[in-house]
């Protein structure tokens, strides 16, 4: 059950990040994904507002050119938004799957408080097998 959970979390981190990918070459080749196309749909209301007789031509030009870049900055925003939301969701897939590991290792390898003291302390001794390697400067060193 365990390394189902992995290797779900292992697949949805792939795809999240394939959504990064792909929205990161979105804004990269300034094409944004259609459902970006509903705040276009606000300009022409506004243009046709704009279209009046009680705007003058100036009015009108800064009006229109405030409302593209108004637009234009929240279409940004949204991407950024989005990509950042999607690199979160990777990190999240990750450490969820990172954590399912930590888990399985712990399962399987259960030790002791006397193991976990004696891996801690590690081992005093130095069998005279291994005393052979070294100089005999450092060979005194290890017996005092």
């Known amino acids: 059950?365990?390394?189902?959970?992995?290797?779900?979390?292992?697949?949805?981190?792939?795809?999240?990040?394939?959504?990064?990918?792909?929205?990161?070459?979105?804004?990269y080749i300034k094409r944004l994904p259609k459902s970006f196309d509903y705040l276009d749909e606000s300009y022409s209301k506004i243009e046709n507002k704009l279209a009046r007789p009680i705007y003058n031509d100036n009015t009108r030009t800064t009006m229109s050119a405030r409302h593209r870049k108004i637009i234009a900055q929240n279409k940004c925003d949204l991407m950024k938004l989005y990509i950042n939301m999607a690199e979160a969701a990777v990190r999240g897939y990750r450490q969820y799957g990172e954590d399912e590991k930590q888990n399985l290792i712990n399962l399987f390898t259960r030790l002791t408080s006397e193991q976990l003291a004696l891996l801690a302390r590690g081992p005093k001794y130095v069998p005279p097998c291994q005393i052979q390697f070294y100089r005999q400067e450092t060979k005194e060193k290890i017996i005092e």
């Not at 390394?3 to 394939?18: F, G, L, R, Y």
């Open 1 to 27: 059950m365990s390394m189902q959970i992995i290797w779900q979390a292992t697949i949805n981190e792939c795809k999240s990040q394939e959504e990064v990918d792909i929205l990161k070459q979105h804004l």
